[in-house]
């Protein structure tokens, strides 16, 4: 450990479920977690393993510990059934804990107590087993949940019903103990920063002040075996702002100092958050790349790069991006942004924010006089002489009465002959962006958990047509990305949205059908889907409705059209036959039907119209 620098451990506890030995599953989530499925005993199923809390501060006196059994088929938890249930070191392949467990209801339930030596508190059935329900979950004195690693747990069922299995099925299972871990940094000054691994404890950290790279130590198992069997391993560094060797120059991310690529989040208001995602395709890649002599161990490194004075690619002064201009002597860079963001319109005050910095260092140079004219559409509007900044920074309100370009030069800085321009528009306010459908990214999702009832974006899964978008909205406090693909596999091309800042959204429009699943690089157990429909309405129901809307056929013949709107999956309905009530079809509906048969509305509205006569009864459906 390095002399300038301590940390304390808070522990968290994750959970990676995978099925057999060597066959990767993804199942990575805080609390809870589904196994894959298997055949036997005539239907399929899957183990679904939980703990309460999910959390671990360190001070708790029990862990809360469940396994149920699903049966996949019929959607439901089976009773009655006995485990073999082995807790083992997934590094040396020792037990730790070893026992036969039996659930009378929907779920085996113990509670873990973090004790040295092994004791079991509760009842036995007739053959053995010790009892898990509900309403008396066994207590397990054990040397478990007591600091940082992985610990692997193997579910054998052994009978369902009372019927043993003649081959009973083993689900093999690894609970992760990760860490928040708090450390400090003693170079030009003290700095608190926070390092948090999903995967196992940390041993050490280092930074180098000569080379300005830290470095945090995992221990790793870089057996092949054993990196088929992960999805992936998260990792994440908290760097205050306030320290400048990162904050104000480019950050390289290493993995045993081979360079990675990462997600590196700088919209917070005090820290930047350095996210490692590693797939399990990745490792494999880097297996061979390692050097030898860190095959025990994963060290996710940071170091700093050059500085941050290279603009946004496609930056937009409009859109609130900063652009920089270097002076025609080469002796200034200056630096403008506008604010409000995205109001450059006419009729609203306009700050111009300028900063004065030398083009090698940087630095922001003070005591600053310069002249600074604005032309819109070539015409002079304001002039403004022997401005004076004591600070290298000024903001200037300005307003446009019209749209148009904006030329924007300065000059004469310092009373030398030096100068640099700046353009952007003035544009009347843009109508506000219209979506198909809209998905909030939830509140609180960068903390694991929403993950367990599929929350962390809203809806879960979005079913859409051919050329609709869909609107991502943040409305968590934290920045957020929305990439197609998975963790373990990593993004696709399809779509990436890139930091989505709190307030701000991402918008995308689906051109093809398909099933798409996304989710945020930044907090990987946040999962979404996106399912576009390719249908089409026939012609003949089209002439239908044309019909019906001028009298020529009857609503029974009309309701046909409707029945197969529903066979074919175009109206959401769950049930499969229709029929006309009592009720009077509105004459609205019908208007409805006579527009979109003459192309006046489309087909979204049409079927709107018709699913309003379900949902309010006017069409009665029936159950075959």
């Not at 019929?74 to 009773?79: K, L, P, Y």
């Not at 859109?319 to 403008?336: C, R």
């Not at 089209?542 to 013949?557: L, P, V």
């Not at 175009?570 to 409805?592: A, F, G, H, M, R």
Request: overall charge negative.
């Amino acid at each position: 450990m390095n002399p300038k620098m301590t940390h304390s451990i808070f522990v968290l506890l994750s959970i990676i479920v995978i099925f057999g030995t060597v066959q990767s599953a993804y199942a990575h989530g805080l609390g809870s977690v589904e196994s894959d499925i298997q055949f036997f005993n005539q239907n399929y199923f899957k183990v679904k393993v939980e703990t309460n809390p999910d959390v671990l501060h360190g001070d708790e006196s029990e862990i809360g510990f469940k396994i149920s059994t699903i049966n996949h088929d019929e959607e439901r938890i089976v009773s009655n059934i006995e485990y073999l249930i082995d807790i083992v070191n997934p590094e040396t392949g020792e037990s730790i804990l070893s026992f036969n467990g039996y659930s009378p209801d929907e779920s085996f339930n113990a509670k873990i107590i973090p004790k040295n030596e092994i004791n079991f508190l509760g009842d036995k059935t007739t053959d053995d087993f010790w009892i898990g329900s509900s309403n008396k979950p066994l207590a397990i004195e054990a040397p478990l949940f007591t600091n940082g690693g992985l610990v692997q747990v193997d579910i054998k069922i052994l009978s369902i019903n009372s019927e043993s299995l003649p081959r009973p099925p083993v689900f093999e299972t690894l609970l992760t103990i990760g860490e928040y871990i708090p450390f400090e940094i003693d170079s030009d000054k003290k700095y608190d920063l926070m390092f948090a691994t999903y995967f196992d404890k940390i041993d050490k950290f280092h930074y180098d002040e000569n080379s300005q790279k830290l470095t945090a130590d995992m221990p790793f198992n870089w057996d092949v075996e054993f990196i088929k069997k992960i999805p992936y391993v998260h990792a994440e560094y908290y760097i205050p702002k306030s320290m400048k060797v990162f904050h104000e120059h480019e950050i390289k991310m290493t993995v045993n100092s081979i360079p990675v690529l990462g997600t590196i989040d700088r919209s917070g208001d005090k820290e930047i958050v350095v996210h490692f995602l590693i797939p399990t395709k990745k490792l494999m890649k880097l297996y061979d790349e390692i050097p030898s002599d860190t095959q025990d161990k994963i060290i996710f490194g940071l170091e700093s790069g050059k500085l941050r004075d290279i603009q946004k690619q496609n930056a937009s002064l409009e859109s609130g991006d900063k652009v920089i201009v270097l002076s025609t002597e080469e002796d200034w860079k200056f630096h403008l942004t506008l604010t409000p963001e995205g109001k450059i319109n006419p009729n609203n005050e306009i700050n111009l924010n300028l900063e004065f910095r030398d083009p090698i260092t940087n630095i922001v140079i003070p005591q600053i006089t310069y002249d600074l004219d604005i032309f819109l559409n070539g015409n002079q509007i304001e002039s403004f002489r022997g401005v004076e900044s004591y600070d290298g920074r000024d903001s200037l309100p300005v307003i446009f009465d019209s749209t148009g370009a904006v030329i924007l030069r300065i000059s004469n800085v310092n009373y030398f002959d030096t100068s640099g321009e700046f353009s952007f528009k003035v544009t009347e306010p843009k109508e506000p962006m219209i979506a198909d459908k809209i998905i909030d990214i939830a509140l609180n999702s960068s903390l694991p958990g929403c993950e367990l009832n599929e929350s962390c974006y809203l809806p879960y899964e979005q079913k859409l047509s051919v050329d609709e978008m869909v609107l991502w909205n943040n409305i968590d406090s934290a920045a957020h990305t929305v990439s197609s693909g998975n963790p373990s596999e990593g993004k696709s091309d399809y779509f990436d949205s890139g930091i989505i800042a709190p307030g701000d959204n991402f918008s995308q429009k689906f051109d093809t059908a398909g099933l798409f699943s996304y989710y945020c690089e930044l907090h990987p157990w946040m999962l979404g889907v996106i399912s576009v429909d390719d249908f089409t309405i026939p012609s003949w129901i089209k002439n239908n409705a044309g019909w019906w809307a001028d009298g020529t056929i009857d609503d029974n013949s009309f309701v046909q059209g409707i029945q197969y709107l529903i066979e074919n999956n175009i109206l959401d309905v769950t049930s499969q036959t229709t029929e006309t009530s009592q009720e009077k079809i509105p004459s609205w509906i019908k208007n409805n039907a006579g527009w979109w048969a003459d192309g006046t509305i489309d087909d979204n509205s049409f079927i709107t119209g018709i699913e309003w006569l379900v949902s309010n009864g006017v069409i009665n459906i029936k159950n075959d």
